[in-house]
């Protein structure tokens, strides 16, 4: 059966004919519907039927018209997603790379579709996942150990090597912030308390880039797929912890700073069992002022872009908005590290 | 002149019907719909309180660039031009190093610049202190 929405018979044809060199001629292709997904990505939802009867949900990732800045296209991502994948981290293998399929010169490839829910209202609220945030902060933490694994030295990916990565971070997060339509004095001070507070440069290893509830998908049973690489680099790994705990991914559960999910201290001593790295409260919170500071930016920045389709204007529209609701958790970090007589000096 | 409600009154009456009454079978267009009612409670508020948010703000940052207030009340678009001068020198001289960004003064006139900002665009955000703590 196809949906009423049904991408024109070309592409039809493209998709069985890719399909079937991948999976064996006898392949049928039974649904291919866009699937709604991140708005920085073309997203197809297909179903199949094998020469022996067997049914697979599969999807296709694509380059959109129209990329965001900063984020890998479909090739890179193809290989970063496979280096995870090795490193034993629960993501979905992308397979079947190939160019042309969607539209000339773009680049797509096939991942399995897994059963499960990414929603951060039901993440983060729903009774039936109670026993999934109770893994949390173990499942979590070994997620993010198996991508940290993954470092410039033992694995060869297509993404610059920064020399100091809290430097590239900060400089990342400076151009932003020169990008927008106005200036925001509280993101300046949060820059500034940054470029004064930095860490040292550290070890680099692979960094998700985007890992946060919306972003991870959880069945009852705990975390089963780390989604959306599409901003993965080589970087700072406690960059991904901060991302984790800024403030809009708790969707109405403030009190679990991780996501919604759990909060700091059994996630933080978790990723320390599984990974053997300390972090320390003053490390986390420069990462989670970066966090904040970063999406109050990109927020901002998100309302400014090229709409890609009607269907998203509104959502757009909303979102900046927020960059406040970020900023004002970034000062707050600011002011309560000030207060805290460990951080002195 | 057109008698009541005027515009406050109708957008932020429509805004609650799209929250509150309007059911929608789609999981997708139902979240649009709050998106849309969410969107609506901002403009409504802006219309309601904006000019004097924007007084307020003028203030905090007159006060934070240790200049004088403007006298007498500006014209819309006199406001928004001279809270986005303020706010770009303001940047500027805190990324320059001119005032440390730890001052307590500071994060204390930005938190509240950013609570005048938020009143509009989410008032039900929780501006307490302790959130997500420990």
Redesign the interface.
Known sequence: MIAANAPDPTLRARALAYLQAALGPDTQLTRLEPLGGGACQEIWRVEVRLADGAERALVIRGDPAVALPGSLGRREEHEVINAAVAAGAPTPAARWLTEGLLRPGAWAYTMALLPGVTLGAKVTRDAALAGAREKAPTQLAEALTAIHTVTPDRVTLPLPVPKDPVAASLDALRESMERLPCARPAQAAGLAWLLKNRPPPGEITLVHGDFRTGNLLFEPEGLTGVLDWEFAHWGSPLEDLGWLCVRDWRFGALDRAVGGLCRRAPFVEAYTAASGRAVSAQELTFWEVYGNLRWAAGAILQGQRVLVGPERDLELLAIPWRAAEMEYEALRLIARQAQTPTSAP | MRPPPDNVAVLAAVATFLAKELRVEDP?QAF?VK??A??LG?VARGLKVGEALDEQAMGL?AM?LNEDAPEGPLAAEDRARRL?DQ??R???R??A?DV???D?T??QG??A???S??AL??PR???D?Q????
């Open positions: 997708a649009r998106v849309a969410h969107l901002g940052l934070l986005h706010q770009a303001l940047s500027a805190v990324l190093g440390p960004p730890d307590e500071l994060l930005l938190r610049l950013l609570a900002e938020l665009s989410n955000f929780d501006l202190d959130v997500g703590e420990p």
